[in-house]
């Protein structure tokens, strides 16, 4: 059995048209007048905007039920509204957006439940002020319960930041990768302290892309505790990326490498390692080169979870410059680069047969009878001048 909850401000009339509400709809109007109001450099963080989706949806869907009666205002348990504010704190957000925020949905969901009432009033089944006048106060009622709960958590994982210095070190650590600190703090022992990691030794950076930071910082621990690196620094710079470093003493050569590839590689998280580099400008390079590599996803074809800058040097290089990859597959492809039909039927089962590893498997991703891959490749070795067809059967 149903149980209506009648609040102050409720009536017969609010409770029906609340029932008339499109909640996925408005919560996708709600989110797109914060994001392009409040959070403009937000749009291309995923996880931000996932999170932010949530969150409206929660609380459209919780509005709409306090104004049919379904719902006490004491009984609102803002779950996602609560998450959204710690992700904008641990962000380095000002609480003031954050509250700004909330208005700009009112606003928006405002404007769209007065169209609804106005409709309705057209169809002369009832009074605007008797569908403007209950749901007010229940609309206000139930942000002023929201944004209780909002602002204690923000202020909650405000205080653990500051207690820790995660925000002062991510700030750092920002402004190190921008050159702005680093010659002020040559000596690096301020640096060193203030960090809690140790800048003249040999660094390893990590850039992870994920979802939840409990899954990374495990994974991140798992790979300071195989490669036995003495320090490790993590930092938070968006709300779907970390940047992370391992510092070694005794530098970095290819069994710890390949030690540090399998490890990441068996905790499932998305992550690309850097190549090393030593000292400040070690720090800063390491992390460039994993940050470039970790670009690379979008165009590889089949990326692993794990990406090794060391492997990708080539592709890194020719994708950063257009011109110089086109002078280099033209000078590497002679005729098969040509804008010919023939030239482009090899080009296609050259890919397919090299990403593959096998003629057989290439002719069924291709459609084709293997015997053709065979001569396809036959004919790109004689073009190539090169015996291409031994390095795959």
Not at 9 to 20: E, F, I, M, Q, Y
Not at 116 to 143: H, N, Q
Not at 159 to 182: F, H, I, N, P, Y
Not at 342 to 358: H, K, M, P
Request: with cysteine.
């Amino acid at each position: 059995m149903t149980v209506t909850i009648l609040e102050p401000g409720s009536n017969v009339v609010v409770r029906g048209l609340a029932t008339r509400v499109d909640v996925p709809a408005r919560a996708e109007s709600v989110s797109a007048a914060i994001l392009a109001t409040v959070f403009p450099d937000r749009e291309s963080d995923d996880t931000f905007v996932v999170t932010l989706n949530r969150c409206s949806q929660e609380n459209v869907s919780g509005v709409v039920e306090v104004l049919a009666g379904l719902l006490a205002l004491r009984d609102v348990d803002a779950r996602c509204a609560r998450e959204f504010a710690g992700l904008v704190a641990r962000l380095g957000v000002p609480l003031a957006e954050l509250e700004r925020s909330y208005w700009v949905g009112v606003e928006r969901l405002w404007r769209d439940w007065f169209d609804l009432c106005r409709t309705v009033a057209s169809e002369g089944t009832a009074e605007l002020p008797d569908m403007l006048g209950g749901s007010t106060s229940l609309l206000f009622g139930y942000i002023d319960r929201v944004l209780i709960q909002a602002v204690a958590r923000y202020t909650e994982v405000t205080e653990e930041m500051a207690a820790t210095s995660e925000d002062r070190r991510r700030d750092l650590v920002l402004r190190l990768l921008g050159g702005d600190a680093a010659e002020a703090n040559e000596a690096t022992e301020p640096l060193d302290a203030l960090l809690g990691y140790r800048t003249r030794a040999t660094h390893v950076a990590l850039f992870y892309t994920g979802k939840r930071h409990r899954d990374v910082a495990r994974a991140f621990a798992a790979l300071r505790e195989e490669s036995r690196a003495p320090a490790s620094l993590l930092i938070q710079p968006d709300a779907g990326t970390w940047f992370g470093w391992l510092a070694y003493h005794d530098g970095v050569d290819p069994k710890r490498l390949e030690l540090l590839r399998r490890t990441a590689a068996a905790s499932g998280e998305q992550v690309t390692i850097g190549e090393a580099g030593r000292g400040l400008a070690g720090f800063r390079r390491s992390h460039e080169t994993a940050r470039r590599t970790a670009e690379l996803r979008r165009t590889l074809r089949d990326a692993s979870p794990c990406l090794c800058a060391r492997d990708l040097r080539l592709e890194t290089f020719l994708l950063e410059n257009p011109e110089s990859a086109r002078r280099f597959v033209t000078d590497e492809l002679g005729c098969l680069a040509e804008a010919t039909e023939r030239a482009q039927r090899i080009r296609e089962t050259l890919l397919a047969w090299l990403s593959v590893g096998s003629q057989t498997r290439a002719a069924t991703e291709l459609g084709v009878h293997e015997n053709t891959v065979r001569l396809r490749v036959r004919c790109a070795s004689e073009k190539l001048g090169a015996e291409i067809g031994r390095a795959h059967v």
